[in-house]
């Protein structure tokens, strides 16, 4: 009998070892179950959280841009400019800075410049518009105006900051700051050219360019 009980404990022990093992990697599973449940909980609340800054951000931007839509316009510079074409002229980019940029290959650079300056109000977001405003400083910079060149080039760096046209007006704002007897301010921004843009053409340019000062 005493044999037959010690069976029965044992097989009973046996029996609720394995249950133990069954019900623990369940208890475990459900466990990271409910942990990820929360964690999808969590970052689906986030983004909507996020989705709703970023909607809030751009109704604000498109706000601002209609109260104070000339702060965007860097036509300061041009106090004229271009009267609106008529035909498909007016709304191709392309022809309008083609036009624009013949005026000024062609000599004609007060139109090129009021041509440039009508291309950034008609299309500020385009890739082109860093390039149309630094032919703006071109323009003056041909007719030895370096005041007005200078403050047409820090127009790029200020306007579009991330244009390819940036590390070119730098240079040349260089140039007109040595044109114009700052020599302390030219060498600033040559260097700057070099710590910012160091595989530009323009950075090459500065280099020499430093040698010579």
Known sequence: MRLASASIVALSVAAMTACTTMVGPQDDLARKVDYLRTD?????????????????????????????????????????????????????????????????????????????????????????????QYWIGEGFYSEKDYKSARDAFKAVVDHFPFGNKVPDAIYKEAICDGELGDKAGEKKLLQEIGEQYPYSEAAALAKDLLKKL
């Open 40 to 132: 999808v909980e969590n970052l689906t609340a986030q983004q909507k959280e996020l989705s709703a800054q970023i909607q809030q951000m751009k109704d604000s931007l498109a706000a601002a841009q209609q109260q104070a839509p000339k702060e965007a316009e860097p036509q300061v510079l041009t106090p004229q400019a271009a009267p609106a074409e008529s035909g498909d002229l007016a709304g191709d980019p392309a022809q309008l800075y083609k036009r624009a940029y013949d005026l000024l290959t062609t000599g004609k650079v007060k139109e090129s410049q009021e041509a440039f300056s009508e291309f950034i109000r008609r299309f500020p977001q385009s890739d082109l518009a860093d390039n149309a």
